[in-house]
């Protein structure tokens, strides 16, 4: 299985701004996941876009997935202290054994009041 | 409706000494994972158990193994602890059609130092 790299390794903003974060991967894919995990803690589950998806909305999240690129985005709008955390985009390809996650390093998203 | 649990939270152990960590999945789910994350990085999957057999293993050595019960409930087992096993180790549970490729939920770890 195939590991997504998320870009950039590290995001700073203030508070109320809108933070993207990109995620590239190599091979083909049957689904791509975001997670979120704050302070090295468990994860959870914010999105699952699948391969004949363009684009997913959820809150305040909205993913895009260009399969052409092999990328996708995650955009959280209007960013809260809260949304402080680790965020991994997981893609998935069920060829590679499909309930095997498989991780990056993430992004690390810090918001400041 | 409980999400996935695991017990114990912290755990303090000395080289060469054995531990278990174990992990209840969501109401409903049969198929458990478990991965290492060590800090400032991605979990890494360690295997998975459905209908009570490791279905699939990452790249850990035979020191690592495991156990599902007829409960779908697992446990982790780390045989002769290395300095290096130091990690939180979270357990993943999710409803196990072979490759399927569907969310996982996670439980909150078990972090797990040695000394």
């Known amino acids: 299985s195939q590991q997504g790299e998320e870009d950039p390794q590290a995001l700073s903003i203030q508070e109320g701004e809108n933070a993207t974060m990109n995620c590239s991967y190599k091979?083909?894919?049957?689904?791509l996941q975001w997670y979120r995990q704050n302070s090295g803690r468990g994860l959870v589950h914010l999105i699952l876009i699948r391969s004949n998806e363009r684009e997913k909305h959820s809150g305040r999240l909205r993913v895009t997935l260009d399969t052409s690129k092999k990328s996708s985005s995650l955009l959280i709008t209007a960013s809260r202290a809260a949304d402080t955390a680790s965020y991994f985009c997981?893609?998935?390809?069920?060829w590679g054994g499909g309930n095997k996650l498989t991780f990056g390093t993430g992004t690390q998203l810090k918001v400041e009041l | 409706d409980a999400g996935v649990t695991q017990s114990p939270t912290h755990l303090i152990k000395t080289r060469g000494q054995q531990v278990t960590l174990r992990c209840s999945p969501k109401s409903g789910h049969d198929t458990v994972s478990w991965y290492q994350q060590a800090l400032g990085q991605g979990p890494q999957f360690i295997f998975q158990y459905y209908e009570e057999e490791e279905r699939q293993r990452g790249n850990f050595p035979d020191r690592f193994s495991g156990h599902q019960f007829p409960n779908y409930s697992s446990e982790l087992n780390v045989n002769a602890l290395l300095l290096g096993d130091s990690a939180l180790y979270l357990c993943a549970s999710s409803l196990g059609s072979w490759g399927d490729g569907e969310t996982q939920y996670f439980g909150p770890g078990t972090r797990l130092l040695v000394l």
């Open positions: 997981v893609p998935v390809s069920i």
């Open positions: 091979t083909s894919i049957n689904n």
